[in-house]
């Protein structure tokens, strides 16, 4: 049986659950799913979890080292809870680990789990019966389900890989974070790194968020960082299988699509909530610099302006209380790279968008 599947047993596949099914749930300048804010939290708990059932026996730098020359890559991906229903375990490989964060979503995750054959582990910030919070998962947690996994589905390993997975599993340790000498600055162009950083084994100290008032300080900010992750790979060094692959990764760019499903004329008859969305429309398009000044008063009329809902497309992707593309983005960004703990500056884009008859 195991010849006939198209996965790799050893591995330890994570899915996202995403409660939006419907194409036209998503943001307008970037496709994001509008359930991506519940879930966020899901995306720097999987950088820091082994991508199979041996890593957690071996240290961390060897680990690194492998991550550094293409191998040992998370498996991952967000999916709809409507394709999940689709599903079956049988279609999947022994070790599932699957992650909520809305409360419908959660409750369709859990009885589609009900009528599963083989066990899954359900990971979510929602009190659902047999699911797992983040505060209460541990290594061990992870260890105890594939190790459920593993005596109930023993068909579906090799007598190799079984063998494996038997010994390693009693072996794994709770990771053991090496200070990396930064202190966390949030914003959007410092995740790919941090996210590589973590990836590593590296710790990053508490700080505060990070608003930048020139290119410079952005630009130090983003040396700063993707340094400490050349230094991580400048003490792992060179090895003979590095040989194999480019130690540079390559350039990748992106831009954000317009999504014309959800670019609609605003049409609004009242007079005060028509001179609302016009002054946040013009305060969009007269943005000099990095980022906008308003006053409190203003920033107070527009939460509380029904107005505000329409062109909520429009301002939503650009305040940090809302998954946006950028940070959408910088997250993919840094998927990509902490596979390989790669280190550098994300690709991020202003965009204007001008909404018109």
């Known amino acids: 049986m195991p010849s006939e599947m198209h996965f790799d047993a050893l591995k330890i596949y994570y899915y996202v659950i995403l409660e939006t099914d419907d194409l ?3 943001t307008l300048l970037q496709g994001f799913s509008i359930s991506w804010p519940s879930v966020e939290w899901a995306l720097t708990m999987i950088a820091r979890l082994p991508a199979d059932v041996l890593e957690p026996t071996s240290k961390i730098d060897d680990i690194v080292a492998q991550r550094m020359g293409g191998f040992r890559s998370l498996c991952w991906a967000p999916l709809n809870i409507g394709a999940l229903e689709s599903l079956s375990t049988n279609d999947l490989s022994p070790f599932v680990v699957l992650f909520s964060g809305e409360r419908t979503c959660a409750a369709r995750v859990r009885a ?43 068909q579906l390993f090799s007598d190799e890989q079984r063998a494996a997975t038997e010994t390693a599993l009693p072996q ?32 990053v100290e508490p700080g505060e968020h990070f608003i930048g008032s020139t290119e410079k300080e952005y630009t130090d900010l983003i040396l700063e960082t993707a340094k400490a992750v050349i230094d991580v790979r400048d003490q792992i060094g060179f090895q003979p299988f590095h040989a194999m692959t480019l130690l540079r990764p390559a350039l990748i760019l992106a831009e954000p699509a317009l999504y014309r499903i959800n670019y609609r004329p605003i049409e609004i008859k009242d007079h005060a909530e028509e001179r609302m969305v016009r002054q946040t429309l013009r305060l969009i398009q007269k943005q000099k610099g990095l980022h906008n000044w308003t006053t409190n008063e203003f920033a107070s009329d527009l939460q509380n302006s029904p ?34 703990i790669s280190g550098g500056q994300p690709c991020l884009s202003r965009t204007l968008c001008i909404c018109s008859k």
């Open 307 to 340: 107005a505000s809902q329409a062109i909520n497309p429009l301002t939503r992707d650009r305040t940090p209380n809302f998954c946006g593309w950028a940070k959408c983005s910088c997250r993919a960004d840094g998927f990509r790279r902490c596979s390989t």
């Open 112 to 154: 589609w789990q009900a009528q599963q054959q083989r066990p899954v582990l359900h990971i979510s910030n929602i009190d659902v019966q047999e699911g797992v919070t983040p505060a209460a998962f541990t290594i061990e947690v992870l260890r105890d389900y594939c190790l459920q996994a593993l005596n109930q589905s023993p």
């Open 172 to 203: 794994w340790m709770e990771p053991q974070f090496i200070p990396s000498g930064l202190k966390q600055q949030g914003h959007n162009v410092t995740i790919p790194n941090y996210l590589s950083l973590l990836r590593s084994g590296r710790s």
């Open 24 to 26: 036209k749930d998503v």
